[in-house]
């Protein structure tokens, strides 16, 4: 890169390294399935694509507030509508979040395999990222507890986590957000958490409505299968929904981003169905990999994390020329590991099966 010599942007810019999205494409394949981003390989819900497309006769209207969209949000969740703000996606939710409360110097924790948007945000603000040894790929509370300091302003645990599908409890949680000092905010990041049955769920919902330091986020990129619409909510107390609504954009979230938000939102049917279809095909894919000789990270989410041994380079090679896209996660400190998105029934066959051949 080539700096100026006088015109300087602000602390940690220049320390960040590009978010680079999972690949889309393999030069030379005559079809691929793109297995790098953890998006729903069915799409979002008809009603949702019928409300996005209600919204074309519109597009020179400014968006309206959103009320709608958090209303559906607060029905479906049991939440009061009024502790929701959108943004567009969770990832801008996380930024506004360090950007209101994180100043030159001061600290963002989270465990050592958090989401890297966690890094990015913070470094962009001029603050310092910190991370937190984990346990068994798994987020350790203990750790994070013992290295809050003065300067921790946030603590950020992704519930299940990208990229290793695990995560804590909430007695767990519960722990960590009873340990903060008062001058730090916990963050739930549950951008995954709709793949969960009932009974798996960490409370998030609970521990922020119990208390006024912790905030959830949630996205519609994952299971309702809206990512290209950039949508995301959170739910916290009123003094820091109020801090939020003062810093992000009047308009950041669009008309058929709401709209079509709404109808996902509402359609709740879809939702199960997704969550179960998922959880099938993921634990089918889990138990092949294995069997295959390969150690798999059991996972809550729709993605599976592969430890590829001394043969990254060969299953990565080897899936493309099926072309089957997954994602390498060396910047996460995982260079002998593979990210692999759970797909439809015939891209999971397809990536069993060529795993099993990396071993024959």
């Not at 998030?204 to 905030?215: G, T």
């Not at 043969?311 to 899936?319: E, F, I, N, P, S």
């Amino acid at each position: 890169m080539n700096a100026h010599p006088t015109i300087r942007p602000n602390p940690g810019v220049l320390d960040i390294k590009a978010y680079v999205g999972g690949a889309s494409k393999v030069e030379g394949a005559n079809r691929t399935v793109k297995l790098s981003a953890n998006e729903n390989p069915f799409g979002p819900s008809p009603k949702a694509i019928e409300a996005y497309r209600a919204g074309a006769d519109s597009l020179h209207r400014y968006p309206g507030t959103g009320a709608e969209l958090r209303q559906a949000i607060a029905d479906v969740h049991g939440l009061e509508a009024d502790r929701i703000v959108c943004g567009a996606g969770s990832d801008e939710i996380i930024a506004l979040l360090i950007k209101a409360y994180v100043g030159v110097g001061e600290e963002v924790l989270y465990p050592e395999h958090g989401f890297t948007m966690f890094r990015l945000s913070t470094l962009a603000a001029g603050g310092t990222p910190v991370t937190a040894p984990e346990t068994d790929m798994t987020a350790d509370v203990d750790a994070l507890i013992e290295r809050i300091g003065p300067k921790t302003k946030i603590i950020f645990v992704a519930n299940p986590n990208n990229p290793t599908g695990t995560m804590v409890g909430r007695a767990e949680l519960e722990l960590l957000a009873d340990a903060l000092p008062p001058h730090t905010l916990l963050v739930i990041d549950g951008a995954y958490a709709e793949y969960l049955r009932p009974e798996e769920s960490d409370g998030a919902v609970e521990i922020v409505r119990a208390r006024d330091n912790v905030v959830m986020t949630r996205t519609f990129s994952k299971i309702h299968g809206l990512a290209a619409l950039r949508l995301g909510w959170c739910y916290g107390p009123s003094h820091v929904i109020d801090v939020l609504n003062r810093v992000r954009g009047p308009f950041n979230v669009t008309a058929s981003a709401q709209a079509a938000g709404e109808a996902a939102m509402r359609d709740q049917a879809y939702v199960d169905d997704c969550r179960v279809t998922n959880e099938v095909w993921r634990d089918w894919l889990t138990k092949e990999v294995r069997a295959a000789g390969f150690q798999v990270t059991s996972s809550m989410g729709n993605f599976i994390l592969v430890h590829s041994d001394d043969r990254t380079d060969d299953m990565d090679a080897a899936l493309k020329a099926r072309g089957l896209i997954v994602r390498r996660v060396g910047e996460y400190g995982l260079h002998a590991h593979l990210r692999i998105s759970v797909g439809d029934e015939q891209s999971c066959r397809e990536v069993a099966e060529t795993i099993r051949s990396i071993r024959q």
